[in-house]
């Protein structure tokens, strides 16, 4: 009764682990997901925006180059408005060229499409400039990000090429690429606030990046992981912890751009990649806490429920004991008062009377003495303080020598059977008592049928091999609560007539020689009391009678 409500407690308490381990697995699995998740995104975004890249610098070469040749056709005049016009015409293809012009050999611009606005100024100090004059082989060049000298213009990266042959410098075609415009771009595709898009030139130097910050352009960023990689790997993405562009933890993915000097950044926060993941870890905890809540409630409750059970069962148990005690103690004194009565009785005719009443108290004296003596004779058996002399015995020897005993007790209307098994081992028994213990079971079936019908009384090995008998009866049979009292001293349903001290004297006598006493009975079922002994595991000498059926009166 005690392990009842442990057992569901502790299946309880193991699915609660299975679950909360399934859960971490799951939310650390989850986590991992929108990392690497996260991961490829950036890698897919700076491999678009790579080619991206690719391409406008592509573009912008030809069109340089076919200015190029265009000028080496004409030779136009300075600021030649039809040349102008061509410039200009070009321009328009290219949304992220600001400007184009061309510088003669003097360092002085002699075609520009802001004409008339263009700065009078030499440009002959330009490091993009002197590299062509003094590098007949360089034919096309990119430049770091510089600042404009045209006012207002703000920075930009050249793009340049070479005019004339490699012995004779003419000058160089230059457009004026605008971060703006790549950070305009960058602005419509990034995902959210937290992500940056930049474009660096291979040296480190930052172009154009989104969240723009105008400052940042033109500042070497040299000392990130990605400018130390790249040597190894053109392509890559990692994570780092702090010291980024912009702060906390992020995800970095980059690539160099093949042919070109630019790099491309795409880095995500890592608290904004794994808000989403919070949220349902958040949810999961807060269900696991709920779900333990209740758990331990639950178990809680069931101990609580348990341990009420106990206290009652025990109260109701205590209850039972004093009522037993209650009855053997008032029992005892009843059936002693009316001994004594007798005993009293007698004295004062043997006093009092005459010859004859004297004679008469003597014997109810007697009789009265012989009653108590029975009666503490089956109290001490109960209390098994009677001493006993268990000896082997062969039990189906017995009945048969009990048999004229036990018919005694019956009325011409019940037929007693016997059915004996062969080759039962000997028992452990004492006799007298063992007769007393019979006659009170016949007598409890005889009271049971109401002086008509049946008793049987059957020998058999029980599972273990050992002597059994049972006394049966197709009584009434005994309800529950009477069943469970029914070995109690003084314990009757008799009323007068009954003593209650009939199975007493069995269970004890059948304690105290190590037999087992059970009573087998249900309202509407008969009853039948088994009785099964020691046995010294010896084969009786004499092999007994098979069934017999035997009734007394015949
Ligand atoms: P008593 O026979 O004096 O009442 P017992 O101790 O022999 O005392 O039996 C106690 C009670 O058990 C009986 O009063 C009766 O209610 C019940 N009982 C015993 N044997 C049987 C039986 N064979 N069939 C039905 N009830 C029985
Ligand atoms: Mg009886």
Known sequence: MRRGPIRPAFWLVCAWVAAIAVVVVLVLDAERNALSRAERSATAMAQVIEEHTART??????????????????????????????????????P??????????????AHDTDYPNTPAVSLADRDYFRAHREEPALKRAISTPMLSRTPGAGWFVSLTQRIGSDEHFEGIVVAAMHPGYFESLYGRMRHGQDELIALFHRNGTLVARSPALPSDIGRSFTHLPLFSRLESDPVGSYAVEHGHILPGRRIVAYRTVPGWPFVVHVSYSRDAVLAGWRRSALG????????????AGVIARDMRAARKRRAQR??????????????????????????LGVIGNSLHLLEAGGADARAQALGMARRAVLRGREMTDRLLTFARRKPL???PADLNALLADAHPL???????????????????????????????????????????????????????ADAGGAPCLAVEDQGPGMPEAVRRR?????????????????????YGFMHQIGGALRIDSKPGAGTRVHLCFASTSAVPPRTPATSTPRSPSR
């Open 284 to 295: 999961a905890a807060i269900a696991m806490t709920a779900l333990t809540l209740l758990l």
């Open 389 to 391: 002399e268990p000896r």
């Open 57 to 94: 610098s592509q573009s912008v070469s030809l069109t340089l180059a076919a200015i190029a040749d265009a000028w080496r056709l004409s030779r136009p005049a300075a600021h030649d408005a039809a040349f102008r016009g061509l410039l200009r015409e070009r321009l328009q293809d290219l």
């Open 96 to 109: 992220y060229v600001r400007a184009i012009f061309v510088i003669g050999p003097d360092g002085r611009i």
């Open 406 to 460: 036990i018919a005694q007790a019956l009325t011409a209307q019940i037929e007693l059977v016997l059915q004996l098994a062969p080759g039962l081992p000997l028992a452990l028994i004492d006799v007298s008592q063992f007769e007393m213990a019979v006659l009170n079971l016949v007598v409890n079936a005889r009271d049971a049928l109401g002086g008509r019908g049946r008793i049987v009384l059957r020998t058999y």
């Open 486 to 506: 029914a070995m109690e001293p003084f314990f009757t349903t008799k009323g007068a007539a009954g003593t209650g001290l009939g199975l007493a004297q069995v």
């Open 314 to 339: 025990e109260q109701r148990e205590q209850a039972e004991r004093m009522e037993a005690m209650g009855a053997l103690t008032g029992g005892i004194a009843h059936d002693f008062g009316n001994l």
